[in-house]
């Protein structure tokens, strides 16, 4: 049975990759702090805490000679922006070191980062967005996030990695304590739920990309289990909405008896929105065909968020 090291199994996309992959795979969880959850825990292969800034934890992940670790370790937007230098530390040179020291004991441990679509800029000139399309970097999240994608190509000889490009994800968090809430999908699933109504802060014309932890760990999933010729792969669904056209989902599921009601804080400009989406062939490539329906996911979640 392979050997996963997840890096991060205390965050969002790590804990849940960490359970779902536990029955699977030996499957080895890191955090900075010891995780206090007997489910979470039940079934894990081996445990290892530490910041992953520091000398001594990179030398325990190395010394356990996993066949992948998956890096889903980073600040996330806001905390970047805060910070460039703990942005730095945390984002990319723990990478870096790494990186050196798989190198230095010369071993055939292979790589899953996961990147952010934000390396591709804000606005585009295309309307599919494919992994060739050229980055435009727009801020310390995605600069950080670009760097390491580099570095992980410029040794992609010496070290086998696989960067993913993720879109929106959204889904029912695996620990308690993990502030995703803030996250476009689970703050409106949650909201129509606890609040019986969507409160949508902008116009609601912004165009996005979303993808659920389920279909995200589908993919991983087929990364651990064969060799893949590509690099860089976009992890999205292939279908963008607007905010308000997800609200709008969300507040006519099946799941509630009658609509949920959706407000919009700002007035639309009618300011043209150029449609896009980003590019699913390498995921197809993998084996992934088809993802799940976003209305039963949308449906799946609002229970869970109900009964927990």
């Not at 969880?29 to 010891?34: F, G």
């Not at 279909?215 to 669904?237: A, G, Q």
């Not at 993802?291 to 109900?306: A, C, G, S």
Request: proline share 1%.
């Amino acid at each position: 049975m392979k050997k996963i090291l997840i890096l991060g199994s205390s965050g969002y996309i790590g804990s849940y990759l960490s359970y779902v992959f536990k029955k699977k795979y030996n499957v080895i969880t890191h955090s900075r702090k010891k995780i206090k959850d007997k489910n979470f825990n039940k079934n894990i292969y081996k445990k290892i805490t530490g910041d992953i800034r520091k000398s001594k934890t990179i030398e325990k992940i190395v010394n356990l000679k996993s066949d992948y670790i998956i890096f889903t370790i980073s600040l996330n937007h806001f905390e970047s922006e805060k910070n460039l230098k703990l942005s730095m530390e945390n984002n990319y040179y723990s990478l870096e070191n790494l990186i050196k020291n798989i190198i230095k004991k010369n071993l055939k441990t292979k790589i899953i980062y996961f990147s952010t679509m934000q390396v591709y800029g804000r606005t585009y000139r295309k309307n599919i967005i494919n992994e060739s399309y050229p980055k435009k970097i727009n801020n310390i999240y995605s600069m950080t996030h670009s760097m390491c994608e580099d570095l992980l190509l410029k040794n992609n000889n010496k070290v086998k990695s696989y960067s993913l490009r993720l879109s929106n994800s959204f889904g029912m968090p695996i620990l308690k304590k993990i502030n995703c809430w803030w996250l476009v999908m689970n703050d409106f699933c949650r909201s129509a739920v606890k609040n019986k109504e969507i409160l949508i802060k902008s116009d609601g014309s912004a165009l996005r990309d979303f993808i659920s932890l389920k279909d995200i760990s589908r993919i991983v999933d087929k990364l651990l289990r064969k060799d893949f010729s590509y690099s860089i792969i976009n992890v999205c669904s292939g279908k963008t909405y607007s905010i308000k056209e997800i609200a709008n989902r969300i507040s006519k599921s099946s799941y509630f008896k009658k609509k949920i009601l959706v407000k919009i804080m700002k007035k639309n400009n009618n300011k043209k929105i150029k449609k896009f989406k980003y590019d699913t062939k390498l995921i197809k490539r993998l084996g992934i065909s088809s993802f799940t329906n976003i209305d039963l996911q949308i449906r799946d979640f609002l229970y869970k968020i109900n009964n927990n």
